[in-house]
């Protein structure tokens, strides 16, 4: 298991830029796979992103072209970098460690950080 805590997040315009990171405890850490996920007021959990431990990254369709996930084993950090931010990205973001593949699901993730809020402002 791996402790996770977010950062990074804020109020953007749209347009704007954002880039949340996700830090984590544990020598293992190269060897999960790290997902973001989001969740907004009244909905359930997003997938947005995972990097897996191979180095492989999967988007979800309303990310894809905007956001970037990426990964520094040797600094236990993943990122998301968030271009061209709308509105309808508002939501606490999430980060998620898996110990073996990536996954688009949420409950397939062991742990969780206590995520960090981004507000994208019209």
């Known amino acids: 298991q791996v402790q996770l805590v977010e950062s990074g997040g804020g109020l953007a315009q749209a347009g704007g830029s954002l880039r949340l990171s996700c830090a984590a405890s544990?020598?293992?850490?190269?060897?999960?796979?790290m997902g973001w996920f989001r969740q907004a007021p009244g909905k359930e959990r997003e997938f947005v992103a995972y990097?897996?431990?191979?180095?492989?990254?999967i988007y979800a369709d309303s990310v894809k072209g905007r956001f970037t996930i990426s990964r520094d084993n040797a600094k236990n950090t993943v990122y998301l970098q968030m271009n061209s931010l709308k509105p309808e990205d508002t939501a606490v973001y999430y980060c998620?460690?898996?110990?073996?593949?990536?996954?688009?699901?949420?409950?397939?993730?062991?742990?969780w950080g206590q995520g960090t809020q981004v507000t994208i402002s019209s």
């Open positions: 544990g020598r293992t850490f190269s060897s999960y796979a």
């Open positions: 998620a460690a898996r110990a073996g593949w990536g996954s688009l699901s949420a409950r397939d993730y062991e742990d």
């Open positions: 990097s897996s431990w191979t180095g492989g990254r």
